[in-house]
């Protein structure tokens, strides 16, 4: 793998991190706190970011999409899952502890912020970086301690980041009622049905994907995602969606006013946030008034009347913006209407699938057919994962790939979310194990499928443990259970067949595209 770049991206070997841990520390006490939270999330707690978004690689060195960095003043601490041990342990320098989580006896990094530092400590974060769920919870936890949680409005990784990229800023366009199958029109009336069931005065909508689905438009401003960096607020008299209006062009802006959407520069939000706030403490002054004069609690149809209503995702900063008692968390507003598919998106879900099919069966013919004719060099797993995207990009309504082609050869494959690097990755040979996940970005729909090959003969062990994983898939497809039982409890179906012979993997067993 080739050396890293500034943004963290991994590259051939690990990047030395001295000079900006030590950057971090001076600001550290610049700021008098005593160590400096540094999470993977963007402010709309998105999993995949940006390259300005990407500060826990910067300061790292280590760039799995999952993971947490606590910098004190005496040490530095990366927290991962078992998805990516082993390419942190390929990323990280010496001056990095590598905190595996999941293992007996190492704690998250929210248990090691109150459990492991001394008491007292102040810890600092940015605000628009850590939800308002986790940033309460982890509030109460420290103050046992007598710590606290100490909110820094300008990020400290950001200030030491000298080349931190640009925020994107790509044009964003209307998805086709075509494959959208819902207007935009109707989507916002039924979220509004739902402001007025809980008399709400409004609801923030900041999680990338749900802004995307709400104003029917797709971006490109994240590899790999088709989102774009907004916020939406939806109240009963007025919609609004906060983006660099650099983005818009005039058929977006014209969509968008058909559809009932006003629109505001990004930047606004947060005043935007602060004029809701007191708009919902006017709210709930009036209804004391109401309450002194009737004494009529009955009135009060819940504890979201009179607020506005927020994912638990949403930031603390938008939070703080609104104000304590202004807001009430509930789970998405958004994600079950999403969640919910019309006709139009389950045909678009099968088509896409099929289409997609085409391009890996074409894909994995071709890969077989080099690998036993006499051609040579044979591919690598980045010149593999090149063909397979030529394949897909000849496809009707193909926009982009999912997420970066996982093409990984013997060893490798042991690796959760490998990426092979252009130069120096391993040559694919018959007689070891090939493992290729891989997706697509389509008009219709999203595609995330993986399939493990063998174009030789393999391994006693190789086939002993590919029968148990097959025994697992047979479990869970013949498995009956009852209603709201939770996937918890079928994971060990997957798994029951590798247990017994003592064996286990450290992936997920399913999931989803949306």
């Known amino acids: 793998m080739g050396e890293q770049d500034a943004s963290g991206k991994a590259g051939a070997r690990t990047v030395n991190t001295t000079e900006r841990i030590n950057a971090l520390r001076l600001l550290l006490r610049e700021n008098q706190v005593d160590a400096y939270v540094v999470v993977s999330e963007d402010q709309h707690s998105s999993e995949y970011l940006a390259d300005c978004d990407a500060r826990r690689a910067f300061i790292s060195g280590f760039d799995g999409s999952a993971g947490c960095a606590v910098v004190s003043v005496s040490g530095a601490f990366l927290f991962t899952d078992g998805r990516y041990f082993l390419q942190a342990e390929q990323q990280l320098d010496s001056n990095w502890t590598l905190m595996k989580q999941g293992l007996p006896g190492v704690p998250t990094w929210q248990e090691f912020l109150a459990k492991k530092l001394p008491e007292g400590t102040k810890i600092g974060i940015d605000p ?69 069931r809980a008399d709400a005065t409004g609801v923030v909508i900041t999680l990338l994907d749900e802004v995307a689905w709400l104003v029917g438009m797709r971006g490109s401003d994240i590899d790999y995602n088709p989102v774009f960096f907004a916020y939406a607020i939806v109240t009963p008299a007025a919609a609004t969606l906060f983006v660099n209006s650099s983005q818009i062009t005039s058929e977006a802006q014209e969509y968008l006013k058909e559809s009932g959407w006003e629109v505001d520069r990004y930047e606004n939000i947060i005043k935007r946030l602060e004029e809701l706030g007191s708009k919902a403490e006017e709210a709930k002054e009036e209804q004391k008034d109401t309450e002194d004069h009737d004494g009529d609690e009955a009135q009060l149809k819940g504890e979201a009347k009179g607020k506005v209503l927020i994912d638990s995702k949403a930031s603390l900063a938008v939070a703080h913006a609104l104000g304590e008692g202004h807001y009430h968390v509930v789970r998405s507003s958004v994600a079950d209407a999403k969640s919910i598919k019309n006709g139009a998106e389950l045909d678009g879900f099968r088509n896409s699938h099929i289409r997609d099919g085409v391009a890996l069966a074409r894909y994995f013919a071709h890969l077989e057919e080099h690998l036993l004719g006499p051609e040579e060099p044979k591919w690598s797993e980045y010149q593999a994962a090149q063909v397979l995207e030529r394949y897909r990009s000849e496809l009707d309504l193909f ?82 259970f009852p209603n709201g039982t939770t996937g918890y409890v079928l994971d060990a179906f997957a798994r029951r067949a590798l247990w017994a012979d003592g064996l286990d993997y450290r992936q997920v067993s399913a999931w989803k595209t949306m």
């Open 399 to 480: 926009k982009g790939l999912s997420f970066t082609t996982i093409s990984s050869t013997g060893p490798n494959g042991a690796i959760i979310h490998y990426s092979p690097p252009e130069e120096g990755s391993a040559e694919i040979k018959k007689e070891q194990i090939y493992l290729c996940d891989s997706g697509a970005q389509f008009l219709d729909g999203t595609t995330d499928v993986t399939r493990t090959w063998h174009f030789g003969t393999p391994t006693e062990e190789e086939k002993r443990a590919f029968t148990r994983v097959l025994q697992g898939h047979i479990s869970i497809d013949t498995a009956v």
């Open 128 to 196: 628009t970086l850590i939800s308002v769920s986790d940033a309460t919870s982890l509030r109460t936890t420290l103050a046992s301690r007598n710590s606290s949680l100490v909110p820094i409005a300008t990020n400290l990784v950001d200030k030491i980041w000298t080349s931190r990229p640009p925020r994107p800023a790509k044009p964003i366009h209307p998805l086709s009622l075509k494959y959208a199958g819902t207007s935009p029109a109707e989507k916002l009336s039924t979220l509004r049905a739902k402001l007025a």
